[in-house]
Protein backbone atom coordinates (compact mmCIF):
# COMPACT_ATOMS: atom_id res chain seq x y z
CA UNK A 1 0.00 0.00 0.00
CA UNK A 2 1.93 3.42 -1.07
CA UNK A 3 -0.26 5.94 0.61
CA UNK A 4 -2.65 4.22 3.37
CA UNK A 5 -3.58 7.88 4.04
CA UNK A 6 -4.91 9.22 1.01
CA UNK A 7 -6.85 5.53 0.71
CA UNK A 8 -8.78 6.12 3.81
CA UNK A 9 -9.24 9.65 3.00
CA UNK A 10 -10.86 8.64 -0.93
CA UNK A 11 -12.61 5.80 1.24
CA UNK A 12 -14.44 7.97 3.22
CA UNK A 13 -15.32 10.71 0.01
CA UNK A 14 -16.22 7.44 -1.52
CA UNK A 15 -19.12 6.67 1.48
CA UNK A 16 -20.42 9.60 1.46
CA UNK A 17 -23.42 10.72 4.03
CA UNK A 18 -23.16 6.98 5.32
CA UNK A 19 -19.72 7.39 6.40
CA UNK A 20 -17.24 4.86 7.30
CA UNK A 21 -16.75 2.77 10.70
CA UNK A 22 -13.10 2.00 12.23
CA UNK A 23 -14.20 -1.72 11.61
CA UNK A 24 -14.94 -1.13 7.94
CA UNK A 25 -11.96 0.90 7.46
CA UNK A 26 -10.23 -2.56 9.33
CA UNK A 27 -11.86 -5.14 7.14
CA UNK A 28 -10.36 -3.39 3.78
CA UNK A 29 -6.64 -2.61 4.89
CA UNK A 30 -6.30 -5.70 6.81
CA UNK A 31 -2.58 -4.92 7.06
CA UNK A 32 -3.12 -1.83 9.66
CA UNK A 33 -3.35 -2.13 13.31
CA UNK A 34 -6.25 -0.24 14.89
CA UNK A 35 -3.90 2.02 16.49
CA UNK A 36 -2.23 3.05 13.35
CA UNK A 37 -5.90 3.54 11.53
CA UNK A 38 -6.94 5.31 14.91
CA UNK A 39 -3.18 7.69 14.18
CA UNK A 40 -3.72 8.11 10.26
CA UNK A 41 -7.75 9.06 10.77
CA UNK A 42 -6.62 11.67 13.59
CA UNK A 43 -3.99 13.07 11.31
CA UNK A 44 -6.99 13.62 8.48
CA UNK A 45 -9.56 15.19 10.92
CA UNK A 46 -6.37 17.58 11.93
CA UNK A 47 -5.40 18.06 8.22
CA UNK A 48 -9.12 19.23 7.53
CA UNK A 49 -9.91 21.19 10.25
CA UNK A 50 -7.36 23.76 8.77
CA UNK A 51 -9.17 27.02 7.10
CA UNK A 52 -7.67 26.35 4.10
CA UNK A 53 -10.02 23.09 3.89
CA UNK A 54 -14.00 23.35 2.63
CA UNK A 55 -14.80 20.27 4.66
CA UNK A 56 -13.68 18.75 7.49
CA UNK A 57 -13.74 14.87 9.16
CA UNK A 58 -16.84 14.50 11.52
CA UNK A 59 -17.29 11.57 13.38
CA UNK A 60 -21.23 10.88 14.43
CA UNK A 61 -22.80 7.41 15.95
CA UNK A 62 -19.01 6.05 15.01
CA UNK A 63 -18.95 6.45 11.72
CA UNK A 64 -16.73 8.95 9.75
CA UNK A 65 -17.90 11.39 6.76
CA UNK A 66 -16.74 14.66 5.27
CA UNK A 67 -19.09 17.89 6.12
CA UNK A 68 -18.40 21.03 4.13
CA UNK A 69 -17.42 23.45 7.10
CA UNK A 70 -19.57 26.29 9.04
CA UNK A 71 -18.07 29.09 7.20
CA UNK A 72 -19.40 27.32 3.68
CA UNK A 73 -23.08 27.84 4.50
CA UNK A 74 -24.05 31.47 3.82
CA UNK A 75 -22.40 31.00 0.17
CA UNK A 76 -24.34 27.59 -0.19
CA UNK A 77 -26.98 29.49 0.72
CA UNK A 78 -26.71 32.32 -2.12
CA UNK A 79 -25.88 28.86 -4.36
CA UNK A 80 -29.30 27.25 -3.87
CA UNK A 81 -31.66 30.03 -3.28
CA UNK A 82 -34.12 27.34 -2.09
CA UNK A 83 -32.33 25.82 0.50
CA UNK A 84 -34.78 23.86 2.65
CA UNK A 85 -33.63 24.47 5.73
CA UNK A 86 -35.26 21.34 8.05
CA UNK A 87 -36.38 22.36 11.40
CA UNK A 88 -37.87 20.99 14.37
CA UNK A 89 -40.60 22.40 16.61
CA UNK A 90 -39.63 22.59 20.46
CA UNK A 91 -42.18 19.85 21.12
CA UNK A 92 -40.48 17.62 18.85
CA UNK A 93 -36.65 18.40 20.58
CA UNK A 94 -38.91 18.21 23.93
CA UNK A 95 -39.63 14.78 23.16
CA UNK A 96 -36.87 13.57 21.45
CA UNK A 97 -34.66 15.12 24.43
CA UNK A 98 -37.01 12.50 26.74
CA UNK A 99 -36.37 9.55 24.44
CA UNK A 100 -33.03 10.20 24.31
CA UNK A 101 -32.22 10.28 27.94
CA UNK A 102 -34.24 7.31 28.92
CA UNK A 103 -34.68 5.18 26.20
CA UNK A 104 -36.16 2.40 25.32
CA UNK A 105 -39.50 3.97 26.24
CA UNK A 106 -43.15 3.65 26.20
CA UNK A 107 -45.61 6.23 24.75
CA UNK A 108 -47.14 6.21 27.82
CA UNK A 109 -43.72 7.18 29.72
CA UNK A 110 -43.05 9.85 27.57
CA UNK A 111 -46.54 11.25 27.68
CA UNK A 112 -46.22 10.91 31.59
CA UNK A 113 -43.33 13.50 31.58
CA UNK A 114 -44.71 15.89 28.68
CA UNK A 115 -48.43 16.05 30.48
CA UNK A 116 -49.29 16.14 26.50
CA UNK A 117 -50.69 13.46 24.36
CA UNK A 118 -47.39 12.63 21.74
CA UNK A 119 -49.36 9.97 19.63
CA UNK A 120 -48.84 12.10 16.42
CA UNK A 121 -45.56 13.63 17.54
CA UNK A 122 -43.91 10.19 17.76
CA UNK A 123 -45.02 9.17 14.46
CA UNK A 124 -43.56 12.46 12.71
CA UNK A 125 -40.51 11.75 14.62
CA UNK A 126 -40.57 8.19 13.29
CA UNK A 127 -41.10 9.28 9.75
CA UNK A 128 -38.32 11.48 9.97
CA UNK A 129 -36.37 8.45 10.89
CA UNK A 130 -35.10 10.26 13.63
CA UNK A 131 -36.35 7.60 16.36
CA UNK A 132 -37.41 3.82 15.95
CA UNK A 133 -39.64 1.42 17.62
CA UNK A 134 -38.54 -2.12 18.04
CA UNK A 135 -39.09 -3.98 20.20
CA UNK A 136 -42.26 -4.03 22.74
CA UNK A 137 -42.09 -3.54 26.24
CA UNK A 138 -43.15 -7.17 28.27
CA UNK A 139 -46.40 -5.84 30.07
CA UNK A 140 -50.07 -5.90 29.22
CA UNK A 141 -50.54 -4.36 25.93
CA UNK A 142 -47.53 -5.22 24.53
CA UNK A 143 -46.82 -1.26 24.26
CA UNK A 144 -44.04 -0.02 21.76
CA UNK A 145 -40.42 0.90 23.03
CA UNK A 146 -38.81 4.28 21.45
CA UNK A 147 -35.38 4.63 21.03
CA UNK A 148 -33.40 7.02 18.82
CA UNK A 149 -31.67 6.19 15.59
CA UNK A 150 -28.05 6.64 14.01
CA UNK A 151 -29.68 9.44 12.35
CA UNK A 152 -30.59 10.86 15.43
CA UNK A 153 -26.68 11.38 16.70
CA UNK A 154 -25.82 12.81 13.23
CA UNK A 155 -28.52 15.31 13.37
CA UNK A 156 -26.99 16.38 16.56
CA UNK A 157 -23.28 16.26 15.97
CA UNK A 158 -23.12 12.95 18.62
CA UNK A 159 -20.87 10.60 18.77
CA UNK A 160 -22.66 8.82 21.13
CA UNK A 161 -25.41 9.25 23.98
CA UNK A 162 -22.88 9.73 26.38
CA UNK A 163 -21.85 12.87 24.97
CA UNK A 164 -25.66 14.27 25.95
CA UNK A 165 -24.79 16.70 29.21
CA UNK A 166 -26.11 15.75 32.40
CA UNK A 167 -29.31 16.18 33.34
CA UNK A 168 -28.92 17.30 36.81
CA UNK A 169 -29.92 21.43 36.96
CA UNK A 170 -27.88 23.59 39.55
CA UNK A 171 -30.70 24.53 41.25
CA UNK A 172 -31.54 20.48 41.83
CA UNK A 173 -28.28 20.46 43.81
CA UNK A 174 -28.58 23.71 45.70
CA UNK A 175 -31.91 21.62 46.52
CA UNK A 176 -30.21 18.77 47.97
CA UNK A 177 -27.28 21.19 49.72
CA UNK A 178 -30.35 22.77 51.53
CA UNK A 179 -31.69 19.83 52.47
CA UNK A 180 -28.21 18.31 54.27
CA UNK A 181 -27.71 21.67 56.09
CA UNK A 182 -31.11 21.30 57.44
CA UNK A 183 -30.49 17.95 58.65
CA UNK B 1 -53.03 40.37 36.37
CA UNK B 2 -53.52 40.51 32.51
CA UNK B 3 -52.53 38.16 30.47
CA UNK B 4 -50.45 38.53 26.83
CA UNK B 5 -50.43 35.26 25.88
CA UNK B 6 -51.95 32.32 23.84
CA UNK B 7 -51.92 28.87 24.79
CA UNK B 8 -50.34 28.13 21.37
CA UNK B 9 -46.95 29.10 22.66
CA UNK B 10 -46.82 26.39 25.91
CA UNK B 11 -46.30 22.89 24.87
CA UNK B 12 -48.58 21.82 27.46
CA UNK B 13 -49.83 22.13 30.74
CA UNK B 14 -46.93 21.91 32.86
CA UNK B 15 -44.76 24.20 30.54
CA UNK B 16 -47.90 26.83 31.05
CA UNK B 17 -47.10 26.08 35.18
CA UNK B 18 -43.59 26.49 34.76
CA UNK B 19 -44.33 29.70 32.63
CA UNK B 20 -46.72 30.96 35.79
CA UNK B 21 -44.03 30.00 38.66
CA UNK B 22 -41.73 32.04 36.71
CA UNK B 23 -43.60 35.26 36.12
CA UNK B 24 -45.19 35.09 39.91
CA UNK B 25 -41.88 34.58 40.95
CA UNK B 26 -42.57 31.61 42.82
CA UNK B 27 -40.33 28.98 43.99
CA UNK B 28 -40.76 25.51 42.38
CA UNK B 29 -38.64 23.90 45.19
CA UNK B 30 -40.85 25.22 47.92
CA UNK B 31 -44.35 26.00 45.84
CA UNK B 32 -46.73 27.84 46.83
CA UNK B 33 -50.06 25.79 45.41
CA UNK B 34 -52.62 28.34 46.56
CA UNK B 35 -50.94 31.01 44.34
CA UNK B 36 -50.20 28.39 41.40
CA UNK B 37 -53.59 26.86 41.28
CA UNK B 38 -55.35 30.04 41.33
CA UNK B 39 -53.32 31.61 38.38
CA UNK B 40 -54.05 28.64 36.06
CA UNK B 41 -57.48 28.24 36.69
CA UNK B 42 -57.52 32.32 35.96
CA UNK B 43 -55.71 31.73 33.06
CA UNK B 44 -57.96 28.78 31.43
CA UNK B 45 -60.88 30.94 32.91
CA UNK B 46 -59.66 33.65 30.72
CA UNK B 47 -59.03 31.48 27.76
CA UNK B 48 -62.40 30.40 28.01
CA UNK B 49 -63.63 33.54 28.05
CA UNK B 50 -61.35 34.64 24.94
CA UNK B 51 -63.57 31.33 23.46
CA UNK B 52 -60.27 29.71 22.40
CA UNK B 53 -60.05 25.50 21.95
CA UNK B 54 -58.06 24.57 24.79
CA UNK B 55 -56.86 21.31 25.00
CA UNK B 56 -58.09 18.70 27.00
CA UNK B 57 -54.94 18.07 28.85
CA UNK B 58 -54.98 21.63 30.15
CA UNK B 59 -58.10 20.70 31.90
CA UNK B 60 -57.55 17.67 33.20
CA UNK B 61 -55.04 19.37 35.58
CA UNK B 62 -57.43 22.18 35.94
CA UNK B 63 -59.63 19.57 37.37
CA UNK B 64 -56.66 18.68 39.30
CA UNK B 65 -55.72 21.75 40.68
CA UNK B 66 -59.65 22.96 41.51
CA UNK B 67 -60.21 19.37 43.49
CA UNK B 68 -56.80 20.53 45.95
CA UNK B 69 -58.69 24.06 45.99
CA UNK B 70 -61.77 22.92 46.86
CA UNK B 71 -60.11 20.09 49.30
CA UNK B 72 -58.57 23.06 51.40
CA UNK B 73 -61.85 24.92 51.24
CA UNK B 74 -64.00 21.90 53.15
CA UNK B 75 -64.18 21.82 56.74
CA UNK B 76 -61.55 18.92 58.04
CA UNK B 77 -62.99 16.34 60.22
CA UNK B 78 -59.92 14.31 59.34
CA UNK B 79 -57.01 17.05 59.45
CA UNK B 80 -54.00 14.86 59.35
CA UNK B 81 -54.99 12.98 56.70
CA UNK B 82 -55.77 15.63 54.49
CA UNK B 83 -52.42 17.41 55.12
CA UNK B 84 -50.69 14.17 54.12
CA UNK B 85 -53.10 14.37 51.16
CA UNK B 86 -52.34 17.99 50.19
CA UNK B 87 -48.23 17.32 51.00
CA UNK B 88 -48.43 14.49 48.73
CA UNK B 89 -50.29 16.34 45.48
CA UNK B 90 -47.69 19.31 46.17
CA UNK B 91 -45.15 16.65 45.83
CA UNK B 92 -46.13 15.01 42.83
CA UNK B 93 -46.74 17.91 41.00
CA UNK B 94 -43.25 19.57 41.79
CA UNK B 95 -41.65 16.28 41.00
CA UNK B 96 -43.29 16.72 37.58
CA UNK B 97 -42.23 20.33 36.94
CA UNK B 98 -39.00 19.52 37.96
CA UNK B 99 -38.66 16.42 35.30
CA UNK B 100 -40.07 18.37 32.75
CA UNK B 101 -37.66 21.21 33.59
CA UNK B 102 -35.11 19.10 33.30
CA UNK B 103 -35.77 17.81 29.79
CA UNK B 104 -37.19 21.07 28.49
CA UNK B 105 -33.25 22.50 29.37
CA UNK B 106 -32.05 19.25 27.49
CA UNK B 107 -34.01 20.03 24.76
CA UNK B 108 -32.43 23.21 24.04
CA UNK B 109 -28.88 21.96 24.02
CA UNK B 110 -30.39 19.97 21.60
CA UNK B 111 -31.79 22.64 19.39
CA UNK B 112 -28.25 24.64 19.12
CA UNK B 113 -26.59 21.42 17.80
CA UNK B 114 -29.73 20.71 15.36
CA UNK B 115 -28.85 24.22 14.15
CA UNK B 116 -25.28 23.88 14.08
CA UNK B 117 -24.78 20.66 12.18
CA UNK B 118 -27.79 22.07 9.74
CA UNK B 119 -25.01 24.18 8.12
CA UNK B 120 -22.82 21.34 6.73
CA UNK B 121 -23.41 19.50 4.59
CA UNK B 122 -22.45 16.20 3.23
CA UNK B 123 -22.54 14.47 -0.19
CA UNK B 124 -24.34 10.92 -1.14
CA UNK B 125 -22.26 7.72 -1.25
CA UNK B 126 -20.76 7.78 -4.52
CA UNK B 127 -22.86 7.15 -7.83
CA UNK B 128 -21.37 3.61 -8.60
CA UNK B 129 -20.88 2.08 -5.36
CA UNK B 130 -25.01 0.29 -5.81
CA UNK B 131 -23.10 -1.46 -8.94
CA UNK B 132 -20.31 -2.50 -7.25
CA UNK B 133 -21.84 -3.90 -4.16
CA UNK B 134 -21.93 -7.62 -3.85
CA UNK B 135 -23.90 -9.17 -1.26
CA UNK B 136 -21.38 -9.37 2.36
CA UNK B 137 -20.99 -12.49 4.15
CA UNK B 138 -22.03 -11.01 7.43
CA UNK B 139 -21.03 -12.86 10.59
CA UNK B 140 -23.37 -15.28 11.18
CA UNK B 141 -26.03 -14.65 14.43
CA UNK B 142 -24.20 -10.88 14.88
CA UNK B 143 -26.38 -7.74 15.73
CA UNK B 144 -29.51 -10.17 14.44
CA UNK B 145 -32.63 -10.01 16.41
CA UNK B 146 -35.51 -12.51 16.61
CA UNK B 147 -37.57 -10.22 14.96
CA UNK B 148 -35.23 -9.95 11.86
CA UNK B 149 -35.64 -13.54 11.63
CA UNK B 150 -39.78 -13.42 12.30
CA UNK B 151 -39.73 -10.70 9.34
CA UNK B 152 -37.76 -12.38 6.97
CA UNK B 153 -40.43 -15.41 7.52
CA UNK B 154 -43.30 -13.24 6.68
CA UNK B 155 -41.77 -12.35 3.24
CA UNK B 156 -41.34 -15.64 2.53
CA UNK B 157 -44.77 -16.42 3.50
CA UNK B 158 -45.87 -13.63 1.09
CA UNK B 159 -44.22 -14.70 -1.56
CA UNK B 160 -45.37 -18.33 -1.31
CA UNK B 161 -48.71 -16.94 -1.40
CA UNK B 162 -48.12 -14.60 -4.60
CA UNK B 163 -47.06 -17.81 -6.09
CA UNK B 164 -49.98 -19.63 -5.66
CA UNK B 165 -52.39 -17.20 -5.07
CA UNK B 166 -55.59 -19.32 -6.25
CA UNK B 167 -54.40 -22.92 -5.03
CA UNK B 168 -56.59 -24.08 -2.53
CA UNK B 169 -55.81 -27.39 -1.10
CA UNK B 170 -57.00 -30.05 1.03
CA UNK B 171 -54.26 -31.60 3.32
CA UNK B 172 -55.51 -34.70 4.98
CA UNK B 173 -52.67 -35.17 7.01
CA UNK B 174 -51.54 -32.64 9.54
CA UNK B 175 -48.01 -32.13 10.34
CA UNK B 176 -46.42 -32.11 13.37
CA UNK B 177 -43.24 -29.82 14.19
CA UNK B 178 -41.42 -33.21 15.90
CA UNK B 179 -42.22 -34.54 12.34
CA UNK B 180 -40.33 -32.42 10.00
CA UNK B 181 -37.72 -31.61 12.81
CA UNK B 182 -36.99 -35.64 11.66
CA UNK B 183 -37.69 -35.63 7.97
CA UNK B 184 -35.30 -32.05 8.35
CA UNK B 185 -32.75 -33.64 10.06
CA UNK B 186 -32.98 -36.91 7.62
CA UNK B 187 -32.28 -34.70 4.43
CA UNK B 188 -29.51 -32.97 6.53
CA UNK B 189 -27.87 -36.28 7.55
CA UNK B 190 -26.34 -36.83 3.84
CA UNK B 191 -24.21 -33.29 4.89
CA UNK B 192 -21.53 -32.43 6.88
CA UNK B 193 -21.18 -29.87 9.38
CA UNK B 194 -21.23 -26.32 8.41
CA UNK B 195 -23.16 -27.17 5.29
CA UNK B 196 -24.84 -24.07 4.35
CA UNK B 197 -28.54 -24.33 3.72
CA UNK B 198 -31.84 -21.65 2.62
CA UNK B 199 -34.53 -21.78 4.06
CA UNK B 200 -36.16 -21.99 0.67
CA UNK B 201 -34.30 -24.98 -0.21
CA UNK B 202 -35.74 -26.31 2.50
CA UNK B 203 -39.13 -25.79 1.97
CA UNK B 204 -38.95 -27.30 -1.19
CA UNK B 205 -41.09 -30.01 -0.62
CA UNK B 206 -43.59 -27.73 0.85
CA UNK B 207 -47.16 -28.31 -0.67
CA UNK B 208 -49.01 -26.31 2.00
CA UNK B 209 -48.47 -23.17 4.23
CA UNK B 210 -48.74 -25.15 6.51
CA UNK B 211 -46.11 -27.19 6.00
CA UNK B 212 -44.05 -23.88 5.79
CA UNK B 213 -44.66 -23.19 9.18
CA UNK B 214 -43.85 -26.14 10.61
CA UNK B 215 -40.33 -26.05 8.59
CA UNK B 216 -40.05 -22.74 9.91
CA UNK B 217 -40.94 -23.87 13.45
CA UNK B 218 -38.49 -27.06 12.99
CA UNK B 219 -35.81 -24.98 12.30
CA UNK B 220 -36.64 -22.74 15.32
CA UNK B 221 -36.70 -25.54 17.03
CA UNK B 222 -32.92 -27.03 15.89
CA UNK B 223 -31.63 -23.42 16.27
CA UNK B 224 -32.39 -23.64 20.49
CA UNK B 225 -31.37 -27.09 19.98
CA UNK B 226 -27.98 -25.84 18.91
CA UNK B 227 -28.37 -28.34 15.73
CA UNK B 228 -27.97 -25.00 13.45
CA UNK B 229 -27.09 -21.84 13.36
CA UNK B 230 -28.72 -19.33 11.55
CA UNK B 231 -28.17 -15.48 9.45
CA UNK B 232 -29.76 -13.65 7.27
CA UNK B 233 -28.52 -11.97 4.24
CA UNK B 234 -29.46 -8.91 1.71
CA UNK B 235 -33.00 -9.56 0.43
CA UNK B 236 -34.37 -11.25 3.89
CA UNK B 237 -33.29 -14.66 2.37
CA UNK B 238 -32.81 -17.01 5.69
CA UNK B 239 -29.65 -19.63 5.53
CA UNK B 240 -29.21 -22.12 8.36
CA UNK B 241 -25.86 -23.81 8.86
CA UNK B 242 -25.88 -27.36 10.17
CA UNK B 243 -23.86 -27.86 13.17
CA UNK B 244 -22.65 -31.24 14.77
CA UNK B 245 -24.71 -32.09 17.05
CA UNK B 246 -27.87 -33.16 14.10
Known amino acids: MNNPKAIIEGLIFM ?13 LMDDLSNEEINTLLKSIEEEYQKDSKGFELAQYASRYKFITKEFVYPYGEKLFEQFKKATLSQAALETLAIIA ?4 ITRVEIEEVRGVNC ?6 LQVRGLIEAKDHLDTIG ?14 FELENLSELPSLETKEVQEELFAQIKEE | MEFQISIDQFEGPLDLMLHLIKTNKLDLFDLDMNVLASQYIAYITQMKEMQLEIASEYLSELAGLIEYKSRKLLPRNEAVIEEEYEEDQRQKLVARLIEYQKYKEASS ?3 IKYEDRQRQFTREPSSLIEEWSKPKDEKIGKGQSVHELSKAFERVLHRLALLQPYQTQVTIREMSVDERVEQIERKLSNYKKGTVFSFRALCEDCTSIHMVIMTFLA ?8 KMTYRIEEGDHIYVTKEARS
Do not use: N, W
Open chain 1, 15 to 27: AGEEGLTKEQIHS
Open chain 1, 101 to 104: YRQP
Open chain 1, 119 to 124: EMMLKK
Open chain 1, 142 to 155: KPLLYQVTDEFLDA
Open chain 2, 109 to 111: FLK
Open chain 2, 219 to 226: ILDMIHDR
